[in-house]
């Protein structure tokens, strides 16, 4: 079992949708929680960190459940610039950051 | 310079041959990292450095060096490439290692071993 699963998709929907991933980690002792984008050919950038009581930033929100071991992202009134691969990523321990493999969103008109 | 670089952006080398890719950061980060990146297996950690002086072994170190001389530098060797080290390399940074840090990412490297 891979340490960080996710949906690899692709999630193909149109602008004004609510989409959600899910991402699911191995490792129960696991200590900070990411979503990075990825853009095609383009380097990953951190779009926000998972926190234990969720978060929200603007249309994203972001959750964690460390009894099922997952976190989620939320986009609400999808944007076409919101297509991208989002990445989860657990920091298990110190410096091992694990990254999943990504999940990909195209929005179209 | 502002935030990471990265050199070269790509490359074709063959087989046998050595390649070292080239970081530098502007940012002062402590901590800095090099990952590969291959379809369907997203980013996995090769090589990273909490503070100059110190280095450490990721998922994936076999075959690939490092060296931290400096706060700015992170270079990544292959002594002898493989055509298995075909992929896209990234190199990262963050104030501090591990938890609960950002990572800022260079644009990559492109290598391709034929």
């Known amino acids: 079992r891979k340490e960080v699963e996710q949906d690899p998709g692709p999630f193909n929907v149109p602008e004004g949708a609510t989409v959600a991933f899910n991402c699911t980690y191995s490792?129960?002792?696991?200590?900070?929680f990411f979503w990075y984008r990825q853009d095609c050919r383009k380097e990953p950038k951190l779009l926000m960190s998972v926190y234990s009581s969720g978060n929200e930033d603007g249309r994203f929100t972001a959750q964690l459940n460390r009894a099922s071991q997952y976190i989620s992202l939320l986009i609400r009134d999808s944007k076409l610039s919101d297509s991208a691969t989002y990445l989860c990523?657990?920091?298990?321990?110190?410096?091992?950051?694990?990254f999943g493999a990504g999940t990909r969103l195209t929005v179209k008109p | 310079i502002a935030g990471i670089t990265q050199a070269p952006t790509s490359q074709i080398l063959a087989a046998g041959r050595r390649m070292t890719l080239r970081c530098t950061q502007d940012?002062?980060?402590?901590?800095m990292y090099w990952y590969r990146q291959d379809l369907g297996l997203g980013l996995r950690l090769i090589h990273y450095s909490n503070t100059a002086g110190t280095t450490g072994k990721g998922e994936v170190p076999d075959g690939y060096s490092v060296s931290r001389a400096n706060t700015d530098d992170f270079p990544l060797t292959l002594a002898s490439a493989v055509p298995s080290q075909t992929s896209v390399y990234f190199c990262?940074?963050?104030?501090?290692?591990?938890?609960?840090?950002?990572?800022?990412f260079g644009p990559g490297t492109r290598l391709t071993v034929t």
């Open positions: 990523v657990v920091n298990m321990n110190n410096n091992d950051m694990r």
């Open positions: 990262a940074s963050s104030l501090g290692g591990g938890a609960p840090y950002e990572q800022y």
């Open positions: 490792n129960s002792a696991s200590q900070s």
């Open positions: 940012m002062r980060h402590n901590a």
